[in-house]
């Protein structure tokens, strides 16, 4: 560390360059290389170690904490177990996907058995978790699509006896058990709802959403609050600042808040191989004011995910982003 210039090249081979070891990392990040239930493009499994990559172009100074990396972060090795049991598992579910016939109807076997390897990867990522939480270290998930955190949230949830979730996505993720697989990465919200620490969920830039959705969100009451992409916008059109916007958004949240960040949140100019990309979406310098308004609120932030990052097979913009946003995140808790 003595030797490290944060002014150079990134020359080691820790995430953003950095020297640290996991030890001496107050700030972990989890890699989970699992994309089994993707229902539209694929790539998210191949993020982790494609994120790592570009990660080496992002300069170590950020405003929000100026001298964040020096209380070491540090990236866990990636699972190759995990990835090629990934990778076999979503090969069976991609024939089924696109051999599946009404007429013919579910193969209970094959789902059943994607259902057990999804909770498999769910109780991992909770065993991961709970062994650095243990330690006292604080932890980013980084996927693989957005089914990944559950087993975290989960965890966090035997430390905290209640928080709240504040989901930037373009998705709702409401569905029940998304084409017959209870760990749809179109799931997520609605398995972690059922934690009962989570006190509510406040979901940001969705703009791609169905009936049974639209109905389960109603059904949690106040446990839910959406803010629809267009309602954004038009609040803007109609001379609703963002900062004043952002207050709305905080006053929905508790003291202790879990991110949970699904990057086709964003403009999907910014993320264009993202699996499941929708027009409209966030801006990266909106998310960043709103992350300075929770910094400065005094709320604190528990833990993160950060998923959905697609990959290309010739250039890096979307992992280049990706690792972007995931200094930021590391840079407000």
Not at 135 to 146: F, N, P, R, S, V
Not at 171 to 197: L, T, V
Not at 198 to 218: M, S, T
């Amino acid at each position: 560390m003595k030797d490290f210039d944060p002014n150079g090249p990134a020359i080691h081979d820790g995430i953003f360059g950095l020297p640290f070891e996991e030890q001496e990392a107050e700030l972990i990040i989890l890699p989970v290389p699992w994309q089994v239930t993707v229902s539209y493009g694929e790539g998210t499994a191949l993020a982790p170690a494609a994120i790592k990559e570009a990660s080496k172009q992002v300069d170590l100074y950020h405003h929000l904490n100026p001298r964040g990396w020096e209380r070491g972060i540090y990236m866990a090795p990636i699972s190759e177990t995990l990835l090629s049991k990934g990778l076999y598992f979503r090969n069976k579910v991609r024939n089924y996907l696109e051999n599946f016939t009404k007429a013919d109807g579910e193969d209970t076997a094959l789902l059943e058995e994607v259902n057990a390897a999804c909770e498999e990867m769910v109780d991992w990522v909770y065993r991961q978790s709970k062994h650095y939480l243990n330690q006292g270290k604080k932890l980013i998930l980084l996927g693989g699509d957005h089914s990944t955190p559950l087993g975290y949230l989960k965890a966090l949830a035997d430390e905290h006896p209640t928080f709240g979730v504040l989901q930037i996505d373009a998705h709702m993720d409401f569905r029940h058990a998304y084409e017959g697989f209870e760990y749809s990465h179109a799931s997520i919200s609605f398995n972690f709802m059922k934690i009962p620490q989570i006190q509510n969920v406040v979901q940001i830039g969705i703009r791609d959403y169905c009936d049974e959705e639209l109905e389960f969100a109603k059904s949690l009451g106040g446990r839910a609050k959406i803010f629809f992409d267009f309602e954004l916008r038009k609040s803007q059109y109609s001379g609703k600042s963002w900062d004043s916007i952002c207050d709305e958004i905080l006053a929905h949240l508790p003291e202790k808040i879990y991110i949970s960040f699904d990057i086709d949140g964003l403009d999907p100019k910014l993320c264009p191989n993202t699996g499941t990309p929708v027009p409209g979406g966030l801006s990266y310098s909106e998310i960043e004011y709103l992350f300075e308004k929770i910094v400065h609120s005094g709320k604190k932030i528990i833990g993160a995910d950060l998923n959905e990052v697609g990959i290309h097979p010739t250039h890096d913009w979307d992992a280049n982003v990706g690792a972007r946003i995931l200094f930021m995140l590391c840079n407000i808790f």
